[in-house]
């Protein structure tokens, strides 16, 4: 108490000063408010002050006289100084000194006279009274005190309770239940129950329990009954402890509390007259009941899902049933009463949403809300709330609405006005009702209009200041979206009003709101709550039934179905659906007929439905072999097509991912946007057209779309106009066409790592598909300032995008048209003319404008070099044209037109239709019918502007700086082959463009040159493509093959294009074409012998491919044969050739790789079925006996020997074309014309172009390669193995003499003798091998070959032959060069004597430039010269061998023996055709043949004997001098194999042994 310390000097000087400054303090501590702590300070004060007196520092009579004045401050001053006295009673009653005790009395006594006796009596000792003289006597007086004490705490009062007496609580009942409408107010009830319980005795909490009683009767007087309790009551708890007795009365087993209780809990709640912490303890059942309630709900939802998807057998579903009943029957027994809930429903209808929000939170999320009542408060509670606002903003135009009143409760939440005001407590409230907001579809709507105003305002609002307020109202909007109205849809019964509703808010959210909205739905929502988990399963069996049901014929009534379940859960009947389709394929069309009754938000649901299975990770797009895309991805895609073309969905989301799956480098999707795009644009693209498709293609639109596809989709403008805004909108046109350009080499060297090649081939097909379709599509839809605006220049896309230049300028073309067109129309407004040839300057004036900068910007594309042969002029004219620019399509035009007459006609005649429908369709029919003429004129001007336009520029086209070789090279290279396999229509362009530029008469373009090169070297351009490339490379070979057989088939008309065009030049100078005389030109005939020779590389390079046994090569010129079977085989013996070979594919195929099979039986048909329009060989190109034997061995015509002379005549081409025109007047004189055409025919047509080589160089290379290849063949002959070597010496010196006994039977046509065939053969094969590669090969050994084919044709008429024409017939020639290939073969280790006798024959410098002919008379003496010594040495050797027959005959047959059981074999195969295309790294003959080694064995021995025999048949023939006819032959065979098999028996066991 001693806090407050008086001053010391105060004390000293009381009188003087000390009293009065007291006096002051107590004054001020008196006016002090500080909430009770004055009375403390007051109290100090007197303390301090009565302390002093006791201790005897001041007298008593000061301070006494200073106390009285004081009591007039405060009322409660005599109080506080008696306090202050007690405490003074106690410290003093315990001191041992009796005059500080007696201070003490003595100052009580002082001041009886202002301190009430009362206060006094209450507060000190008795003692200290009694000294006092308060009271008598102490001991009396506590006595006293027990007895009062007593009676007050322990004597328990008679009340007037109910069963007693009546009356009062009747009086107090009637009081209570009066009219009210009066001027009576609670106060005045308060007194007269007061009256009644003093008058009573009336229990006062029994007359608190009939108020609250007559309160829950008369609940609507809320507001005198509530001011009555308030004034009435004295404690809460007293309270609570009534309310909770009421509520434990209900708490029975069958009893049920009245909502009129739970009204008045709340009211008093509401009003603070209790706690509901106080209430919530006396309420049932208790949280932990809830909980586990709410769990088990939860788990008999899962339970029902369950077995709604599993298959349940009859027995089962009748115990189940059974179960089901009993539980039923259990809950009827014992109906809940929540109790909680109740007082929360209370609460909500009266407002007080604070109350309410404890107890919710108290139990499982939307587990009170489950309870429909207490969904429907809250409802209305929200109602209410947002009222105010939803007038202001929500109400739609012309719609008027029922107005709400306002609630009278002061503590409900406040009604907003403002978006901003739904964050206080509307979302909340929406949030504590989640799903159970289907119970109120009027506040749903009302709730999802706001969001529509919200978000309009949100878009049109961009002040700074309130943005980010913006942002947190559109989450608090996307929140209310996931949780509470799409979970709302999925509980309400079909309701696609609301769907669509729905959807007016959700359009104006982008995509990725939407998407995540529909997978947090999809995904999780479902799971969270009892309700939704049932409902899951139950749409999961209606939709399972309903797609079981589903078929073509009842696609209405399965569509209405599939509308009903969709308008609640999109998701999961889609999810469904789905997954149906990618099992069963067949189901997508009636799916997608069926979804013609769903609602906008369905669609948008389903297209994020389809992206997600899309990208579902668990699934593999591959199947199992990994060669092909899974069917599953194959269906959606197709699905995605016919979807998004059919109804009105957003592409935006499915054309992002395929962009994203891209930019991974993932290309797998395309197939996607390759089905949308043909879907929905009709751009078709593949690569199987027929010629007419491929016809209209080149035209206009119009034409494209009547007869350039195979489906006629019709109606596709709305959809394709939604695909390019979708793709313009979200800026996705470009990025995807680089994407694609660039995967393109991606899906090979980054996507394609472990992947199968045929898989590899398969997607790159595809990207590549892709892009020219969907380059097509912008082509076609985009608008010029579109296309222009988003496409960057050709340097740009290629250098800073690295697009490949084919894809480059495949987005550039169209551009580049649009702009010249431009151009040009701006140049004829600007001066009016209507001249034709004013209008074609105007348009080359045009090109010119536009191209100029692409000239210059392609510069970048390629090395300087390059541009030395090839101006950019010509490169950019190349890439930048098209088929349409170059020819007109009149016949595809005529056809569509006549067509459409057709159509008019037939409905002309058809009299079901009806008039109005004839004349719609006849309208329609007509108007096409006038589009098409129009176009087609409008083509027609424009393909002239071209070509005119061409033919200016043609002359500065080409310089060749350095030879024509390397400018058709570069031709080919950055042009030619880039661009023919690009697509179908390039294809058909670039052998269009080759004849165009042939035609204009090009300086410097070597036309022959040209088509050699394109012909000569298939193989590795076959092998590098993939299978629709090699679609395109097949139909760019198709329409080559058809311009040359066009001049191949007539004089006339070869004379007429080609005669005198520089194209067919034959001296290639680099300066350019002089206007040459008539030598110059290849001449008719020996065109058609190039052109044979053509063939037969073709057929060479095939039989190459076929025997590879590599799938790519096989399947690949499979497809490309069957592409230009129309002109190709023409010459039977390479169609048997190619026939035998295909055959062969078929049998060994057949079980291993049946899409090769398939292949090779659908060419093999159609081959058979061209047979008839074969000719032979002889037919097809002149083949003259007396030119044949003029013309020498090492200048034969054919593919196996055209690139030596080249490269053997000529040093470079310009020294050697100066000699050229020395000598072409002696070869002129001296030889016929036929010949000298053969000539520069050879020399023109090399086997891979590169004529132009030099000739040091080309010998030198064939030089090492022969040698090479020679040399290990040796190393895998027996013969050249060291127990051989001395046998070999031996055998090579009778091969000599066996040579020349045989040397009369290789005149004519006449078979190469069996002891040297083995030499022949191996030699030929090292020719043949060269060719395959490229090289130059040896002329004269493949005339061997063709001679020795020749008499295999004549006995066998299945066998063909890979041979050039013109066979020679010179002995004297087939005599030398027999002997020079035995050295070749035998006795030269480097193998190069074949080389050096080439050269050696072309030593004369007029042969450097020209092939050199021999005179007719020169080449006759020679032949007799020959003629007389072969009979003189052949009459010679036979007498000899007559002698030496028996000595040396088991050594000879050893020999033959040996040589022909490699040469079997290799026969066998040549045969079929297989030995031109042999490679030169192949091992011998022997190696590659089929038969197991006993049957080889067995085989080589008969043929050994009958080759034996045979040969000296024909010695003694030769020797006789006599030329046999072919029949005379044939009858020898047949007496020779009957010798054979004979002298079969007697060599078998030394032939084994040999061997």
């Known amino acids: 108490m001693a806090t407050l310390i008086l001053p010391g000097e105060w004390i000293k000087n009381w009188e003087k ?51 009285g004045e004081m009591m007039e401050l405060r009322d409660d001053l005599p109080s506080i100084l008696a306090d202050v006295f007690c405490i003074l009673d106690l410290e003093t009653g315990a001191l041992e ?7 003490y009395t003595h100052l009580v006594g002082a001041c009886l006279s202002f301190v009430p006796e009362a206060i006094l009596k209450e507060r000190l000792d008795p003692e200290t009274l009694e000294s006092l003289g308060l009271i008598k006597q102490a001991h009396q007086f506590n006595q006293k005190i027990v007895k009062i004490k007593t009676k007050l705490f322990y004597k328990q009062q008679k009340f007037n309770l109910l069963r007693e007496e009546n009356e009062g609580y009747a009086k107090l009942i009637t009081e209570l239940g009066q009219d009210l409408s009066g001027n009576i107010t609670s106060n005045l009830v308060l007194e007269s129950i007061k009256s009644l319980i003093g008058c009573f005795n009336l229990d006062p909490n029994r007359v ?44 029975e087993p069958n009893e049920e509390t009245p909502k009129s209780l739970y009204h008045i809990a709340a009211a ?47 027995s089962e579903k009748s115990e189940d049933k059974e179960k089901e009943k009993e539980k039923e029957e259990e809950k009827n027994e014992k109906p809940p009463d929540n109790q909680k809930l109740g007082l929360l429903e209370a609460l909500l209808r009266i407002g007080d949403w604070h109350h309410a929000q404890s107890i919710m939170d108290q139990m499982p999320s939307f587990y009170a809300t489950s309870h429909k009542a207490i969904a429907l408060a809250l409802c209305q509670l929200v109602h209410l709330t947002m009222e105010p606002l939803y007038r202001r903003a929500g109400v739609p135009k012309g719609a008027k609405g029922c107005a709400l009143q306002p609630l009278q409760n002061k503590r409900a939440p406040q009604p907003t006005e403002s978006f901003e005001d739904l964050r206080k407590n509307t979302f909340s409230m929406l949030c504590y009702l989640g799903p159970h907001l289907s119970h109120d579809p009027i506040l749903f709507a009302k709730i999802v209009r706001l969001g529509k105003s919200f978000m309009k305002e949100y878009q049109t609002d961009s002040r700074p200041e309130v943005k980010d307020k913006m942002e947190i109202l559109l989450s608090c909007f996307l929140s209310i979206a996931d949780q509470v109205l799409l979970p709302s849809l999925s509980l309400m019964e079909c309701n ?37 988990v049932k409902v899951k399963a139950q749409t999961v069996e209606r939709a399972r039934y309903i797609m079981k049901r589903l078929t073509k014929e009842n696609i209405k009534q399965s569509g209405r179905q599939i509308g009903k379940l969709s308008h609640s859960n999109p998701t999961i009947l889609f999810d469904y659906m789905l997954s149906q389709i990618q099992w069963y394929d067949n189901l997508i069309v009636p799916v997608v007929d069926s979804l013609k009754y769903l609602t906008s938000l369905n669609y948008d649901v389903l297209a994020y439905c389809i992206i997600e299975a899309l990208a579902n990770p668990e699934k593999e797009k591959m199947k199992h072999d990994d060669t092909t895309l899974s069917l599953w991805l194959q269906s959606l895609a197709s699905l995605c097509g016919a979807v998004f073309r059919k109804y009105p969905i957003e592409l935006a989301g499915l054309l992002q991912y395929v962009t994203n799956q891209l930019k991974a480098g993932k290309s797998f999707d395309l197939l996607i946007l390759k089905e949308v795009v043909q879907k929905m644009a009709g751009i078709e693209i593949t690569d199987e057209m027929t010629s007419e498709q491929l016809e209209a293609m080149t035209g206009g639109e119009q034409l494209k779309a009547e007869g350039g596809y195979f489906g006629q989709i019709r109606n596709t403008k709305k959809s394709s106009q939604r695909l390019k805004d979708a793709l313009l909108d979200h ?15 991606g899906v090979v060297f980054l996507e394609g790592g472990e992947k199968h090649l045929k898989l590899v081939g398969h997607l790159y097909d595809q990207c590549h598909d892709t892009l020219v379709q969907f380059g097509g599509f912008l082509a076609s839809n985009l608008s010029t300032e579109d296309y222009i605006k988003r496409v960057p220049s050709i340097d740009v896309l290629c250098n800073q995008f690295h697009t490949p230049h084919d894809a480059a300028f495949f987005l550039s073309r169209p551009m580049y048209a649009h702009q010249i067109l431009s151009k040009y129309e701006e140049l004829k407004k600007a001066e009016k003319g209507n001249r034709q040839q004013q209008k074609v300057t105007k348009y080359v004036a045009a090109c010119e404008q536009v191209m100029t900068p692409v000239h210059e910007a392609v510069m970048s594309l390629h090395p300087a070099r390059v541009w030395d042969d090839l101006r950019p002029q010509f490169y950019a004219t190349f890439w930048s044209l098209t088929m349409y620019d170059l020819a007109v399509p009149h016949a595809a035009y005529e056809r569509e037109v006549n067509k459409l007459k057709a159509q008019i006609k037939a409905i002309e005649e058809n009299s079901e239709i009806p008039l109005n429908k004839k004349k719609k369709e006849k309208e329609r029919c007509t108007a096409l019918q006038e589009k098409l003429q129009e176009e087609e004129k409008k083509q027609m001007e424009h393909v002239q502007r071209v070509l005119h336009r061409l033919k200016l520029e043609k002359d500065s086209w080409l310089l060749t700086k350095s030879t024509k070789n390397e400018t058709i090279t570069k031709f080919l290279q950055l042009c030619l082959f880039p661009r023919c396999i690009f697509s179908s229509i390039d294809a058909v362009y670039c052998a269009r463009f080759v004849e165009l530029v042939h035609q204009q008469k090009t300086p410097n373009f070597c036309t022959l040159l040209c088509y050699d090169r394109v012909f000569s070297a298939i193989i590795y351009t076959v092998a590098s493509c993939t299978e629709n490339e090699s679609h395109r490379y097949g139909r760019f070979l198709c329409c080559m093959l058809e311009t040359v057989t066009r001049w191949h088939s007539n004089r006339a008309v070869y004379e007429k294009e080609c005669a005198n065009y520089p194209g067919f030049l034959t001296i290639f100078r680099a300066t350019g074409f002089d206007g040459g005389n008539k030598a110059d030109q290849l001449d008719y005939e020996n065109f058609r012998h190039v052109v044979h020779k053509w063939h037969y590389m073709l057929t060479k390079a095939s039989v190459h491919c076929l025997e590879t046994g590599d799938y790519t090569h096989i399947r690949n010129i499979l497809i490309v044969l069957t592409k230009i079977l129309p002109c190709y085989p023409k010459v039977l013996n390479l169609g048997q050739a190619l026939e035998a070979r295909v055959h062969k594919i078929c049998l060994e195929e057949k079980d291993k790789r049946p899409d090769l099979y398939a292949l090779a039986m659908g060419y093999s048909g159609r081959l058979k079925s061209q047979k008839v329009h074969m000719v032979p060989e002889n ?12 013309t020498p061995a090492s200048q034969q015509n054919g593919p196996g020997s055209a ?21 072409k007047d002696k070869s002129q004189g001296t030889t016929k014309p036929v010949n000298k055409a053969n000539s520069t025919a050879a020399k023109v047509t090399t086997s891979n172009g590169n004529g132009a080589l030099n000739s040091t160089k080309a010998v030198k290379d064939d030089k090492e390669k022969s040698g090479k290849e020679k040399k290990e063949k040796k190393e895998k002959t027996p013969g050249s193995t060291p127990e051989t070597k001395a046998e070999n010496r031996r055998e090579k010196q009778r091969d000599e003499r066996a040579g020349k006994e045989e040397r009369l039977l290789r005149e004519g046509k006449e078979k190469t003798p069996k002891a040297d065939r083995k030499l022949d053969e191996k030699s030929g094969k090292d020719d043949k091998a060269k060719a395959g590669n490229g090289e130059p090969v040896e002329p004269a050994r493949d005339a061997v070959k063709e001679s020795k084919n020749k008499e295999k044709g004549d006995r066998n008429a299945a066998i063909a032959t890979l041979k050039s024409p013109n066979p020679r017939s010179d002995s004297a020639e087939s005599e030398r060069d027999h002997k020079r290939r035995k050295l070749d073969s035998h006795s030269s280790p480097s193998h190069s004597s074949s080389v050096k006798d080439s050269s050696n024959e072309l030593k004369d410098p007029a042969t450097k430039q020209h092939i050199n002919f021999n005179s007719v008379a020169r080449s006759k003496s020679r032949e007799r010269e020959v003629e007389k010594k072969d009979t003189e040495s052949v009459q010679g050797r036979s007498k000899e061998k007559k002698e030496e027959k028996e000595r040396k005959e088991r050594k000879r047959d050893h020999a033959v023996n040996d040589r022909e059981a490699s040469q079997e074999s290799k026969r066998r195969k040549d045969e079929n055709g297989t030995n031109s295309s042999k490679n030169s790294q192949s091992t011998s003959p022997s190696c590659d043949s089929p038969l197991t080694p006993e049957k080889e064995k067995t085989k080589r021995s008969k043929s050994s004997s009958k080759e034996k025999a045979e040969s000296v048949k024909a010695e003694r023939a030769s020797s006789g001098g006599k030329k046999e006819s072919r029949h005379e032959k044939s009858e020898k065979k047949e007496k020779r194999d009957s010798a054979g098999g004979k002298e079969e028996k007697k060599h078998h066991k030394s032939s084994d042994k040999h061997r």
């Not at 000194?97 to 201070?103: A, T, Y």
């Not at 608190?208 to 009767?217: K, N, R, T």
């Not at 009954?225 to 708490?251: V, W």
């Not at 310009?1214 to 020395?1222: A, K, L, N, P, Y």
């Open 731 to 745: 800026e996705l046109a470009l990025p995807l066409c680089l994407l694609m350009a660039q995967q393109r080499n």
């Open 97 to 103: 000194e009796k005059n500080k005790r007696d201070h």
């Open 1203 to 1223: 690139g030596k002379p080249a490269a053997n005549t000529s040093k470079t081409e310009e020294g050697g074309f100066e000699d050229g025109d020395r000598v």
């Open 496 to 532: 696609a009003c609301m769907s669509e509703e729905l959807w007016g808010l959700f359009k104006l959210f982008p995509y990725q709101h939407r998407y995540r909205l529909y997978g947090q739905w999809k995904n999780e929502t479902y799971s969270g709550h009892p309700l939704l």
């Open 1179 to 1190: 037919e097809f190109h002149h083949k003259d006996q007396p030119a044949r034997s003029a």
């Open 268 to 314: 008093l709640l509401n009003h603070k007259l209790i706690e509901l912490e106080d209430l919530y303890v006396h309420l049932m059942p208790v949280d932990a009941t809830i909980v586990e309630e709410h769990k088990r709900e939860i788990s008999e939802a899962k339970q029902i899902a369950r077995k709604l998807v599993t298959v349940v057998l009859p």
């Open 17 to 67: 000063s000390g009293k009065h400054e007291f006096v002051q303090l107590c004054k001020e501590l008196t006016e002090k408010t500080d909430h009770g702590n004055e009375t403390k300070d007051i109290q100090a004060a007197l303390y301090e002050v009565c302390s002093q007196v006791v201790q005897g520092n001041l007298k008593i009579d000061l301070v006494s006289a200073v106390l």
């Open 208 to 251: 608190l329990d009939i108020i609250l009683e007559v309160y829950e009767s008369r609940s609507e007087q809320d507001e005198f009954f509530l001011s009555l309790i308030k004034s009435y009551m004295c404690e809460p708890i007293t309270l609570c402890h009534i309310l909770g007795f009421k509520f434990k009365f209900y708490q």
